[in-house]
């Protein structure tokens, strides 16, 4: 056990501390608690950096303008009746065009597609170089949906719910596409590639 003790990185929080030790032994021996029950933004940032997260893009067309933005805060809801739900600043271009057109296409990436990715996370790059590269079509809303993307989901807004910076946009999925690529993924500030163990 001292081993594995040694092993560990030095803890610099209260917080990492109780989650360090917890996982080294899984026990409920431990006794450090954060000194509030709230965090620093710095300390949340580092943490979620460890999150290894699908990347997909968002997109929407309100009339003849469409947008769209790389998104890691996206989640499946519920599978009867399919829903799905994604946060989305409110400062994003893409933001207003949800809004107002009532629909978003939720495009999660093959890793081949990590260009995408950079084009839509590039801040206020504009929606002809964004959807320069690519083949995109629609399905039952008419949000921009990517050819050759892992899964796609076609969502109608069902609820909008504010949230600090963020709008939580509840989805229910009137159209959806998938194939059998490998996804592309986000960790630590970079792209990555799914590797097989063993
Ligand atoms: C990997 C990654 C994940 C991101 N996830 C989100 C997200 O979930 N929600 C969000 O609002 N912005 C997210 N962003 C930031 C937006 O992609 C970025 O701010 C984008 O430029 C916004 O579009 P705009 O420049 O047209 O306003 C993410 C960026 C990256 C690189």
Redesign the pocket.
Same mark, same amino acid.
């Given at each position: 056990m001292a081993t594995a003790h040694n092993a560990l990185p030095v803890p610099h929080s209260p917080v990492q501390a109780r989650s360090l030790a917890h996982g080294a032994e899984r026990s409920s021996e431990v006794t450090e608690m954060p000194a509030s029950d709230s965090v620093n933004e710095a300390d949340f940032k580092t943490a979620m950096r460890q999150v290894t997260?699908s990347?997909a893009v968002?997109t929407a067309r309100s009339g003849r303008a469409r947008?769209?933005?790389?998104? %890691?805060?996206?989640c499946s809801v519920s599978a009867e009746p399919p829903t799905m739900l994604?946060?989305?600043?409110r +400062?994003?271009?893409?933001?207003g065009l949800i809004d107002e057109s009532g629909a978003f296409a939720i495009n999660f990436l093959a890793d081949e597609q990590h260009k995408v990715?950079r084009l839509? +996370? %590039? +801040?206020?790059?504009s929606p002809e170089e964004r959807f320069a590269d690519g083949r995109w079509i629609s399905l039952a809303t008419g949000s921009p949906v990517l050819d050759g993307a892992v899964a796609t989901f076609d969502c109608r807004v069902i609820e909008k719910v504010p949230s600090g910076t963020?709008h939580i946009y509840f989805g229910r999925v009137v159209g959806v596409t998938s194939l059998d690529e490998e996804a592309l993924l986000?960790r630590d500030g970079s792209?990555r590639r799914l590797a097989a163990i063993g």
């Open positions: 997260s990347v968002i947008n769209g933005l790389t998104a %890691t805060a996206v994604v946060c989305i600043n +400062s994003a271009t893409a933001d990715a839509f +996370s %590039t +801040s206020k790059l963020h986000y792209f």
